[in-house]
């Protein structure tokens, strides 16, 4: 389907809209809260009853964010009666993180279950958990897809809308370096520039944003940069006894620092996580499929930037760092 005609039908569908719930994934970055604020924006600008949910909490640094007063991590939002769900940047339902909206969302009466909208640029996206859906893999961030449609539709972009939109395609982009920016993301970025976008927050955020111990952590996770000669894949490993504050933040964002090693083709960086799991992402400025990888290990992204989350433990290897999962036992 031509994607003027999905972005047509997806801003009918939002609409008819009385309640309206967007909701993007967890541990979340710029394009998925600038894509989601935007949307809240617009349903202000109609009248239309609107919230947001994100399992985990905004990170201060997306303060400046439009609408982020209008974000809850409460899984409870759920059950408020949404006759329409808009979920951006999920490349399906898991991604959100609560287990109560993996397989569908709540109905409004006994037999009236929400319209589901998606708006996304994940290649693994198959568009089945949506009545609806904008999907274009080719989009630098989900943040171009929703201006897409705001222009297809004759929405005016006013500087609050076009500061959440350059944070999502500054974000996806790494500021317009990495091989998501294409040129309808330079040509976006400078649109939305020319509209009065907060560039200074929204592209300042992910140029001077690592605390002292988040930059100590970085240090040691270059130190461990391992790479295998065969397959130019270099890995490095966070483990929990870096992170002394406890939480995940800290290392936020070490897979794209350590993305500008010219000698390796293809970056990973795996993590304990504080609930006891090891997350991975990859980045390549290469031709590999990053995303058929971690799809494997049942995550998923983009080819040249994706990751996964499993049960195990990270293991060191001459050449590079694994992780060895964990089978779960066979029940009787
Ligand atoms: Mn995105």
């Known amino acids: 389907m031509e994607i003027s005609h999905c972005y047509r039908r997806a801003f009918r569908a939002m609409g008819r809209a009385k309640r309206l719930l967007a909701v993007c994934h967890r541990r979340p970055d710029g394009d998925a809260l600038g894509s989601t604020a935007a949307v809240l924006l617009w349903c202000r600008r109609q009248g239309i009853a609107a919230k947001a949910f994100c399992l985990d909490p905004i990170p201060p640094s997306f303060g400046f964010l439009p609408e982020s007063e209008r974000f809850t991590s409460d899984p409870a939002v759920f059950g408020e009666g949404w006759d329409t769900v808009v979920v951006l940047d999920c490349g399906d339902l898991q991604r959100i993180g609560h287990p109560g909206v993996a397989g569908g969302f709540p109905s409004v009466g006994p037999h009236q279950p929400p ?11 198959d568009g ?13 961030s989900t943040a171009e897809l929703v201006l897409g449609m705001f222009r297809e539709n004759g929405v005016t972009v006013d500087c609050d809308l076009a500061t959440c939109l350059l944070a999502g395609v500054a974000g996806d982009t790494d500021m317009l370096t990495n091989p998501a920016a294409c040129r309808s993301a330079f040509r976006m970025a400078s649109e939305l520039l020319s509209e009065g976008a907060d560039w200074r927050s929204a592209i300042g955020l992910f140029v ?14 270059m130190a461990r940069l391992k790479v295998d000669p065969q397959t130019g894949v270099a890995s490095t490993a966070v483990f929990r006894s870096d992170c002394p504050d406890g939480s995940d933040f800290l290392a936020d964002g070490l897979v794209d620092a350590i993305g500008g090693a010219m000698d390796a083709e293809v970056i990973l960086v795996l993590k304990e996580r504080a609930d006891g799991t090891v997350s991975g992402s990859f980045r390549t400025v290469g031709e590999a ?12 992204g983009h080819r040249k930037a994706s990751g996964f989350t499993v049960t195990g433990r990270i293991v060191e290897r001459e050449h590079g760092w694994t992780v060895e999962r964990e089978v779960a036992p066979q029940d009787h």
């Open 128 to 140: 089945r958990y949506a009545d609806v859906s904008v999907i274009d893999p080719q989009a630098s």
């Open 208 to 221: 001077r944003n690592r605390s002292i111990p988040s930059l100590r952590l970085v240090g040691r996770a």
């Open 115 to 125: 319209t589901v909208i998606a708006v996304d640029h994940h290649c693994t996206n």
């Open 289 to 300: 499929d990053t995303a058929s990888v971690a799809q494997r290990l049942g995550g998923g």
